[in-house]
């Protein structure tokens, strides 16, 4: 057999070395497309973690309200004699203010039926509660108020005046609010004929109003 030529091998050297880097380009660009796409779905996976931040608020108000008692029944009146009675009404202040309670009637004087009426309870001087006492010819109604906020002029619901009819009479108040469960106050009402008066028979009503408000 004959020999191959030393230039025969050389070519064919050249075509496989010449194949062999045309192979090294193609894996790596084959790599280099693989390396990208794992990149790029590396990078999708990032953005598909977006996050975002709202703000949670809550707003207190300024809340002052009353309670609701029921209505107050005196004790029957036997021709003369004294009858009383009381209500209680619960304040609440939660803004911190300071705060009053006031009361009025609904008409001059407070208690009627019809054309007869008890007298409002005159004190005398005007405006300062005293220690209750009807004359023998009169007949009249009137409050007094207790209680930790009540004004001191009622001496714990022992001294008392008159309705003024719809003019508000401050009869409590207190600073800075008040605590959680509200301040607490006692009306009380009382309702007498004197002995030598002649009180016409009937069902009076007196309606009164309490009202809660900030200074």
């Not at 050389?10 to 280099?32: D, N, R």
């Amino acid at each position: 057999m004959k020999k191959q030529s030393r230039k025969s091998f050389s070519g064919k050297s050249k075509i496989i070395i010449g194949e062999l880097k045309v192979l090294t380009v193609l894996w790596a660009f084959l790599l280099v497309v693989v390396l990208s796409a794992i990149v790029e779905s590396f990078e999708v996976l990032v953005a598909g973690e977006d996050s975002d931040s709202i703000n949670v608020s809550v707003s207190v108000l300024d809340v002052i309200s009353i309670s609701l008692p029921a209505d107050v029944k005196l004790s029957d009146i036997l021709g003369t004699g004294l009858s009383t009675g009381s209500a209680v009404w619960n304040v609440k202040v939660n803004s911190g203010s300071d705060w009053q309670l006031e009361l009025a009637a609904s008409t001059i004087p407070a208690m009627t039926d019809g054309g007869n009426y008890f007298a409002d309870y005159t004190e005398n001087t005007d405006g300062v509660p005293e220690v209750w006492s009807v004359d023998n010819n009169d007949s009249e109604f009137g409050f007094s108020v207790s209680g930790d906020y009540s004004l001191a002029k009622y001496f714990g619901g022992t001294k008392y005046e008159g309705f003024s009819g719809s003019s508000k009479i401050k009869v409590a108040e207190g600073t800075g609010g008040t605590p959680s469960e509200g301040a607490d106050i006692t009306v009380h009402f009382k309702a007498e004929v004197g002995v030598n008066h002649n009180q016409m028979p009937g069902d009076y009503n007196a309606v009164i109003t309490a009202t809660a408000s900030t200074l």
